[in-house]
């Protein structure tokens, strides 16, 4: 499968935990996205890389979540010290033209 | 405020029958609109996308049509089948890529 992979698929977290989300974009893609979603909304964007470099980053992603992509390949998402309103669907995208290709998501539901 | 607007949250049409989804955009810097399907515990599939520079998109059932003057685009699937129940969302994008923007979806439900 040479699909855009994230892991966990699901996590469930007591609150003020740590979570931390992992993210295979197709090989070939240099640009990789992490967006969030919520029941009703469209994914919300949180930030982007290019190759290595975050390029951007929305204001929903408050100081508790760092992004990483070490050496341009995989990306980690972590949140810490987790709250109830954290909970949402996690997804990782990859690109390499004008188009977008998603994960499956990683689900956290935070108790 | 929402760039990108999806003023239906939901449709339901018969099978056999065009569904036809809307999309409407605010921002001008816009010129790259995609549309994608999700089904429920899934991410989003990519069906299909339109350059600023056409009009009309078409693969297989499913057309995009882009009207830039109006800031507006839609989706068009004929003939519709129950396998394409799902939400449909709408996204945009400007020339760098860096940002793709989606609307809040709309669910379809094509009924036997």
């Given at each position: 499968?040479?699909?855009?992979?994230?892991?966990?698929?699901?996590?469930?977290?007591?609150?003020?935990?740590?979570?931390?989300?992992?993210?295979?974009?197709?090989?070939?893609?240099?640009?990789?996205?992490?967006?969030?979603?919520?029941?009703?909304?469209?994914?919300?964007?949180?930030?982007?890389?290019?190759?290595?470099?975050?390029?951007?980053?929305?204001?929903?992603?408050?100081?508790?979540?760092?992004?990483?992509?070490?050496?341009?390949?995989?990306?980690?998402?972590?949140?810490?010290?987790?709250?109830?309103?954290?909970?949402?669907?996690?997804?990782?995208?990859?690109?390499?033209?004008?188009?977008?290709?998603?994960?499956?998501?990683?689900?956290?539901?935070?108790? | 405020?929402?760039?990108?607007?999806?003023?239906?949250?939901?449709l339901s049409v018969q099978e056999g029958r065009i569904s036809i989804?809307?999309?409407?955009?605010?921002?001008?810097?816009?010129?790259?609109?995609?549309?994608?399907?999700?089904?429920?515990?899934?991410?989003?599939?990519?069906?299909?996308?339109?350059?600023?520079?056409?009009?009309?998109?078409?693969?297989?059932r499913?057309?995009?049509?882009?009207?830039?003057?109006?800031?507006?685009?839609?989706?068009h699937i004929v003939p519709s089948q129950p396998?394409d129940s799902?939400?449909?969302?709408?996204?945009?994008?400007?020339?760098?890529?860096?940002?793709?923007?989606?609307?809040?979806?709309?669910?379809l439900s094509v009924l036997p």
């Amino acid at each position: 499968d040479t699909g855009v992979s994230q892991n966990p698929r699901h996590k469930i977290t007591k609150r003020g935990q740590n979570v931390t989300f992992r993210c295979d974009p197709i090989s070939e893609h240099n640009r990789l996205y992490w967006y969030r979603q919520t029941l009703g909304q469209g994914p919300e964007f949180l930030t982007y890389f290019q190759n290595e470099a975050q390029l951007e980053k929305s204001r929903l992603l408050s100081d508790r979540f760092s992004a990483e992509r070490p050496k341009g390949s995989f990306s980690t998402l972590e949140i810490q010290r987790t709250e109830q309103g954290d909970s949402a669907m996690y997804l990782c995208a990859s690109a390499g033209g004008n188009t977008i290709y998603f994960g499956e998501g990683s689900w956290l539901t935070v108790v | 405020d929402q760039q990108v607007k999806q003023n239906s949250p939901s449709l339901s049409v018969q099978e056999g029958r065009i569904s036809i989804l809307n999309c409407d955009y605010t921002n001008s810097m816009f010129d790259y609109f995609l549309w994608y399907k999700k089904y429920p515990a899934e991410g989003p599939t990519f069906l299909i996308s339109i350059s600023s520079i056409k009009d009309k998109n078409e693969d297989g059932r499913f057309t995009v049509f882009l009207n830039k003057s109006a800031k507006h685009l839609s989706l068009h699937i004929v003939p519709s089948q129950p396998g394409d129940s799902a939400v449909y969302f709408c996204a945009a994008s400007d020339n760098y890529g860096q940002n793709f923007v989606f609307g809040p979806g709309t669910r379809l439900s094509v009924l036997p």
